[in-house]
């Protein structure tokens, strides 16, 4: 991640945090692992439903006689357990309508960002317990994000 | 989260079960004759060998990816006996016990009062054996226990 992606990062979890008490989430933050998502939580009994964004890439394109603009790719990892594919879902669009209601919030053009969006929001395959256990099925869902920052 | 909690909770939920006698959250390996004080303490109910012992056979430890925390797997082995006695239809009686401490496994709480994250589906392998030259049935139950540490 670059020092300017790591303050968007930071602007994006607070920001959107005081905003999805309605998902009551165990946990939400940035995750700086290199481990691959999405990944069944430690505890899903406690951990879930959790919230974790992860920065995937920035492409860099100089702009002649306009500066540098760099295209953030995000992604947030939603985990919830024990759901119907529809409470995830609805999860999920809480989350985008956040995204949808301001485009680039004063916090987030602050850390340098001049337009932030949703992208696209997918459901992926539920993760079985090991053992078995039907209520520790864990769902992820997933709402990648576009950030646009420009230095003139 | 232990091992020792672990089968500290299972050694209750065991005592519950209807038809169940002494319980033990550990193998008891006492070798003397069977009319001794100590074999009688270890494993006899009204003077009956009827005895139900928690113990493991093996602790998987493995990283979580992402996160700072372990999950530790334990494969437990109930091991329960009781005399067998053929004017009290013993095997009946055993079969019935086998089949409630496996029940209460399959559908009560999977977090053993919180001692674990959840524990699999138990597996009872039953046979005749000996304890102390006292002829016996023997159940075997095993499943898996996971802790996140």
């Known amino acids: 991640m670059t020092d300017q992606q790591l303050p968007i990062a930071n602007a994006l979890v607070s920001w959107l945090d005081p905003q999805l008490a309605s998902l009551s989430l165990a946990e939400h933050r940035l995750d700086l692992s290199t481990a691959a998502h999405p990944r069944y939580p430690a505890n899903a009994l406690t951990d879930c439903p959790r919230l974790l964004l992860r920065a995937y890439k920035g492409d860099i394109k100089a702009l002649a006689n306009q500066g540098v603009r760099w295209d953030y790719v995000f992604s947030y990892w939603l985990y919830m357990r024990d759901v119907t594919q529809a409470q995830i879902l609805a999860a999920l669009a809480t989350i985008e309508g956040c995204f949808l209601a301001q485009f680039n919030p004063p916090s987030l053009s602050a850390a ?21 256990e039907k209520r520790l099925r864990v769902y992820p869902g997933e709402i990648l994000i576009g950030a646009v920052a420009r230095k003139h | ?17 209807s038809g169940v006698g002494k319980t033990h959250s550990f193998q008891r390996v006492f070798k003397g004759s069977s009319d001794q004080t100590e074999f009688q303490s270890a494993y006899c109910k009204d003077r009956l060998i009827n005895v139900w012992m928690v ?29 067998q006695d053929d004017a009290r239809t013993s095997d009946a009686t055993f079969e019935g016990v086998v089949d409630g401490v496996c029940v209460d496994l399959e559908t009560g709480d999977r977090t053993l009062g919180g001692a674990c994250v959840t524990h699999g ?29």
């Not at chain 1, 932030?116 to 317990?129: F, G, K, R």
């Not at chain 2, 113990?55 to 005399?83: A, M, W, Y």
């Open chain 2, 121 to 149: 589906q138990p597996e009872a392998a039953i046979s005749l054996g000996k304890l102390s030259e006292q002829d016996v049935h023997l159940a075997q139950i095993a499943f898996d226990v996971e802790e996140v540490l």
């Open chain 1, 112 to 132: 340098g960002t001049e337009y932030i969006a949703p992208v696209q929001v997918v459901t992926h395959d539920e993760m079985p317990h090991p053992l078995g």
């Open chain 2, 55 to 83: 113990t493991r056979t093996k602790r998987v430890s493995s990283p979580i990816p992402g996160e700072s925390k372990r999950r530790v797997r334990h494969s437990v082995l109930i091991l329960g006996l009781l005399k």
């Open chain 2, 1 to 17: 989260m232990s091992w020792g909690s672990i089968a500290a909770a299972l050694k209750t939920r065991l005592a519950a079960v």
